[in-house]
C-alpha cells in the first residue's frame, strides 16, 4: 500500500510539470517580465535601464526557458521558468500584487471556504442518495416519472437564479437570515444556513438522477433477482445489498471531489461575502493579480491529483475485489 | 448597406452547412434514420426540438450581419435623424424588429408600463418643484386611460391568436399535402394501410408546440409595438430586444464550442486508442493534466491573458463590435480547448474496446492502412457517443456562460448575452422597490432553452446509448 501511494504520487509530479508549464506559458508569454517592471515601477517615466535594475532585483532576469550562456545542466536549471515552479512545488507562491503573502492568505482563507463546502457535500450526498434510494423504490411508476421531470427541471436553473432568488427571498422579504456575511464559530451557523441550503438544493437535480441511475443498474442485477427469489422485501433488498454494492461507483465520483472542497465555490463565496479562497480567486480575477491565479490553480491541481490517489485508496476499502499493484 | 462577416458568423454558417451535409449523407442510411425517428418518436423529445430549433432560427437570424453607412449630407434632417439609429453594424434580426430597438426610454420601466418606475424631479410652469412619474416616452402611449391595460392587452391578443390559427392552418394543409404527394394521391390507401399508429410521430406534441411558440412570438411581436413587454433597463433600453439579442451569444456558445472540440477529442481518443504504446501514453498524459487545472481557473487564466493582449492591441480591431465578437470567438476557444477531455476519454476507451473486435483484426488480415480502418470501421462505431456528448455538453456550456460573466471572464460586456443581464440584475435586486423584470426575463430565456436541452438529450441518450436501458 505504501509502496503504491509513493508510486503514485511519484507520478504526480510529470503532471504537475505539466500544469505549470502551462500556467507559466499562459501567464509569461502576455505579461511578461518586462510588463511586471513596468507595472510596478508605476506611471512615471521607465527607462530600459531602470527595467532591467528591476529584473535583476528580482530575479527576472533570466530566459524563460532555455539558458543559451550557461553550461550543463544550468542551460535548463538557470530559467525563470525552473526558478519559479520549484518555488511552487516547495508551497511558495511568493507576493500578491498588494504585497501580502499568498501562502499565508491561502491559510486564513482555507477555514471559511471549508464552513461553507464541508456542510453542503455532505448533507448534499444524504440527501440526494436518501431522495435516489426512495425513488427507486417507486421505479416505473407514475411518481418516479414526475420526479424525474422536476430533477432534470431543477438542473436546468443556472445556479445564480437559486442563489439571487434565495437571497431576495428568506434575507430581504421573510429577514429569516442576513444577505451575507461571515462570522467564526457557532455565531457564523445564521450565515452558512442559507448557501449551504442553496448549494444542497441546486445539486439535488443532477445528483438524484445520478444516484438513481446507479442503484437502477445495480437492481437489474442477479443476485438482486436470487435475492428477491428468496423471498427478500423490496427495502431489504435496496438497503442490504443494493446501497453497498452502488457504493463503488458512487465512491468514484465523490473521492476526487472531497479535496477540491478546500477550493471553495466562487460564486457562493462571493455572493454571500464569505473570505474563503473561491472569493478570493474572485478577487483577484477581477483585480488581474496573477500571483494568485497561478498559486490557485497550482493548489487545485495538486488537491485534484490527491483525490485520485484517495479514489484508488478508497477502493481497496470497499472491494476486496481490487488489489492496488 | 453591405454584408459583413463577424468570425462567429462564418463558423456558424460552416456549422449549419455541414450539419446539412451530415443530414444528407445520414438519410441515406436505414438504420440511423431509425434511430432518430425513435428519438423523435417520444412527445417531449419532439416538442424539445422544435423548441431547440426555435432558437436556433434565431441564433441564425441574428448572425447575418449588415453595415450601415452614413446618410449623405444632402439628406433632410428627418431622414439624417432616423439614420442616426441605422448606423453599425446591424443583423438581420434588428432589421426585423426596429422598434425594440430603437424605442428606448429614459430608464427603468416596468412590463407594461406607462410611466416611468421611480419618480424624478420636474418642473412645472411656475418653477414648482415636484416629484412625478414621467410618462414614457413609448411604452403605452397609445393608452387612453379609458380601459384598464389589462383589458387593453386582452383585446389585442386576438390579433396574434388569430395569426397563429392561420399560420398553424397554413402548415397542416401543407404537412396533409405532402403526404398526400408522397402517396400519389392514394390518400386513403396510404391512412388506411398504416402499419401501426405507433409508428407515427407524436404530430399532435408537435403541432401544440409549434402553436405555444408561434402564438408567443407574434404576441410579443405585436404588443411590443404597443408596449415594453418585459420592461425596460437602466439605460432604457427594451429587456425583450436584450434577451432575443442573448439568444445568439447562448446558442453559439453551446454549439461552436462542440465544433472546436469535436476534432481534437475524435483525433485524440482514436489514435490513443488505436495505436496505443507511446502515442497512448502521450495524449493520457496531455487530457490528465489538463483535466487536474481547476476548469474555471484554467478559463479565467487563458481569458485574462485575452483581455491583456486585446488591451495592448486594440489598433487590431476596426470596430466595437468587431473586438466584442473576437472575444466571444476567444472564450469559444478556450471553452473548446478545456472540455475535450471528457469526450476524449471516453473515445479512447471505446476505440480500444472496438480494435479486439473481430471485423477490425479482418480488416488489418486484408492489409487496409491504420488510416482506412479508423475511417471505415471505428469512427461510425463511435459517433452515438460523440453525439450523446454533444447533446450533453451543449446546456452545461449555456448555463457556463453565464457563471463566467459573473466571474467576470465571460463574454465582452457589450455582447447581449444572459449572463450579462444576470450580473446587471444582481444590484437590481437590492434596489427599493425590487426591479425583477431584467432578471426574470433572462431566467425565463434561459430556462426554456436549457430545459428543452436537457429533456432532448435525455431521449437521445436513451435511445442510442446501449447500456442505458432504463
Known sequence: MF???????????????????????????????????????????????????????????????????????????HTLFVQESLKLFAFDFGQSDSGRQISADIQERMGPSLAIALPTFIIGLVTNIALALLIVLFRGSRLDTITMMVAVAIMSVSGLFYIIAGQVLFSKTWHWVPISGYAEGWEGIKFLILPVLIGVFAGIGAGMRWYRSIFLEEMSKDYVRTAKAKGLTDIKVLFG????????????????????????????????????????????????????????????????????????????????????? | MSFVWLWTDILVWTLVLVLIGAVRSIR?????????????????????????????????????????????????????????HEQGVLSLLDILVPHLRTQTERTYSAPFATHEYSTSLSYDESGVVSQVYRPLQFGGQHWTGKHSILDDVMVKTAIPFLFTCIIIAIIFAIHLGWGFLKTRGNYI???????????????????????????????FFYLSHYYHVLGTD??????????????????????????????????????????????????????????????????????????????????????????????????IFILGLTSWTGLCRLLRAETLKISQVEYVTAAKAFGLSPFRIIQKHIT??????????????????????????YVGVGVDPTTASWGNMINQARLEMAREPMVWWSLFSAFAFMFTLVLAANLFSDRVQTVLDPRRKH
Open chain 2, 380 to 405: 461510425p462505431n463511435l459517433m452515438h457517443l460523440v453525439l450523446i456528448a454533444l447533446v450533453l455538453d451543449f446546456s452545461g456550456l449555456v448555463l457556463a456562460e453565464a457563471v463566467l460573466s
Open chain 2, 28 to 84: 441515406r442510411s436505414e438504420q440511423i434514420r431509425k434511430q432518430w425517428f425513435n428519438i423523435l418518436k417520444s412527445p417531449v423529445a419532439m416538442s424539445a426540438a422544435i423548441v431547440l430549433s426555435f432558437y436556433l432560427l434565431f441564433a441564425l437570424l441574428d448572425s447575418v450581419h449588415f453595415q450601415y453607412t452614413q446618410p449623405t449630407s444632402d439628406s433632410s434632417t428627418e431622414q439624417r435623424s432616423l439614420a442616426v
Open chain 1, 3 to 77: 509502496e503504491y501511494i509513493v508510486k503514485r504520487l511519484l507520478f504526480a509530479v510529470p503532471i504537475l510539470i505539466g500544469v505549470n508549464v502551462i500556467t507559466f506559458s499562459l501567464f509569461f508569454m502576455v505579461n511578461t517580465p518586462d510588463d511586471m517592471a513596468r507595472a510596478q515601477l508605476g506611471a512615471k517615466q521607465t527607462t530600459p535601464e531602470m527595467i532591467q535594475s528591476w529584473k535583476v532585483e528580482n530575479g527576472y532576469d533570466k530566459p524563460l526557458f532555455f539558458n543559451g550562456d550557461a553550461s550543463g545542466l544550468d542551460k535548463i536549471q
Open chain 2, 189 to 219: 390507401d396510404y391512412y388506411e394501410n398504416q402499419p401501426d399508429p405507433k409508428d407515427e410521430l407524436p404530430w399532435g406534441a408537435a403541432y401544440f408546440t409549434l402553436f405555444v411558440l408561434i402564438f408567443l412570438f407574434s404576441w
Open chain 2, 234 to 331: 437602466k439605460v432604457g433600453q427594451d429587456v425583450l430586444y436584450q434577451a432575443i439579442k442573448s439568444i445568439r451569444t447562448g446558442v453559439l456558445i453551446g454549439l461552436l464550442t462542440t465544433l472546436v472540440m469535436l476534432p481534437l477529442a475524435l483525433i485524440l481518443g482514436i489514435s490513443a486508442g488505436y495505436f496505443k504504446g507511446w502515442v497512448d501514453d502521450v495524449i493520457q498524459y496531455l487530457y490528465t493534466t489538463l483535466n487536474s487545472i481547476p476548469g474555471v481557473l484554467l478559463i479565467a487564466a487563458a481569458v485574462l491573458m485575452m483581455q491583456v493582449m486585446i488591451a495592448n492591441n486594440s489598433d487590431w480591431f476596426g470596430s466595437t463590435e468587431e473586438r466584442a465578437d473576437l472575444r466571444l470567438l476567444f472564450l
Open chain 1, 241 to 325: 445489498h443494493v446501497l453497498h454494492n452502488g457504493m463503488l461507483p458512487i465512491l468514484t465520483g465523490v473521492v476526487v471531489v472531497i479535496p477540491t472542497l478546500f477550493m471553495g465555490s466562487l460564486i457562493m463565496e462571493s455572493f454571500f461575502g464569505i473570505p474563503g479562497l473561491g472569493s478570493y480567486t474572485i478577487d483577484a480575477i477581477n483585480a488581474q493579480d496573477f500571483g494568485i491565479v497561478k498559486a490557485m490553480v497550482f493548489l487545485g491541481s495538486v488537491l485534484y491529483i490527491i483525490g485520485l490517489i484517495l479514489t484508488d485508496i478508497s477502493y481497496t476499502l470497499f472491494d476486496p475485489r481490487v488489489k492496488l499493484s
